[in-house]
């Protein structure tokens, strides 16, 4: 605790040494009783943490100090100025001044406690402990960041197919690639891959599921095995869409890189179909 004090007054530098302004301290003396507490609380905190007979005793009495000054600048009116305890943030009122009575009196009672040492199971059972914290930590934080990415994708709508008119076939018409099909569907889906597309392999999971479709019949095209079909319908690229009515009529065509592009190829497809 001391050493985290002189830590974070040594980091506010100017700041922190313009908070003992609350105590009526400017200038030369500011910067002194800043210097100088910083150094106390360093060497106190390094002497009571290797067991130096006297410093628990007097850390107690710089506290026991501290808790007196806040008090008197309470007194004076001064709640809610900076107190410099933890830096320029901290403020004076009493819960400064309880913490730092609360401190006091604990570095007063530490001699007076056994000298006791932890075992080697108590040392894995409190590390078992600590990991045990750290990992309940890490879940919360896990299912946090999913809560805000849900809400990212809920707030950011998603594009639809890319639908360009000098790419693929032209919408209306009417192409011999329905005889391929067994328009057993009412609509008839031609999906144009390619073998090095790692989209392609990525959607292979959306695109099984949507073959279960009973309103959908969907096959795929190879861009080397169907190279004709490619070419005779302009295919601009892989993974790419074209919906078929029954009759061989195109009713909506693009490229898409999920399901949800996709589907959204079908809805004016239905419509027009």
């Known amino acids: 605790m001391l050493l985290g004090s002189a830590a974070t007054k040594l980091a506010a530098g100017e700041r922190g040494r313009r908070a003992l302004a609350s105590y009526g301290l400017h200038g030369r003396a500011a910067a002194a009783a800043w210097a100088g507490t910083i150094w106390f609380e360093g060497v106190l ?3 009571v943490a ?3 007979t006297g410093a628990a005793e007097a850390a107690a009495v710089l506290l026991g100090l501290f808790t007196l000054l806040l008090v008197v600048a309470i007194a004076r009116g001064r709640t809610g100025q900076p107190c ?3 830096g320029s943030r901290s403020r004076i009122g009493w819960a400064a001044a309880a913490r730092s009575g609360c401190l006091a009196t604990a570095f007063a009672v530490l001699p007076f406690l056994p000298d006791a040492s932890l075992s080697t199971e108590a040392w894995l059972g409190a590390g078992l402990a600590v990991a045990l914290v750290g990992v309940a930590a890490l879940a919360v934080a896990l299912l946090a960041l999913a809560r805000e990415v849900g809400e990212l994708r809920l707030a950011v709508a998603p594009q639809a197919a890319l639908s360009i008119d000098h790419e693929g076939p032209e919408l209306g018409s009417r192409v011999g690639l329905i005889e391929r099909f067994e328009r057993r569907a009412p609509l008839a889906v031609a999906v144009f891959t ?4 790692s989209l392609c392999a990525a959607l292979e999971p959306s695109l099984r599921l949507l073959a279960r479709d009973s309103e959908v ?3 795929l095209f190879d861009e080397h095995d169907d190279a004709e079909v490619w070419e005779s319908l302009a295919v601009p690229g892989s993974p790419y869409a074209v919906v078929l009515a029954p009759d061989g009529e195109v009713l909506a065509k693009g490229t898409f890189n999920s399901l949800y592009q996709l589907e959204s190829l079908l809805g004016p497809a239905a419509v027009r179909a």
């Open 50 to 52: 290797a067991g130096v």
């Open 84 to 86: 410099g305890c933890f």
């Open 45 to 47: 905190g390094i002497a």
């Open 194 to 197: 390619s073998p090095g597309c």
């Open 217 to 219: 019949e969907l096959m």
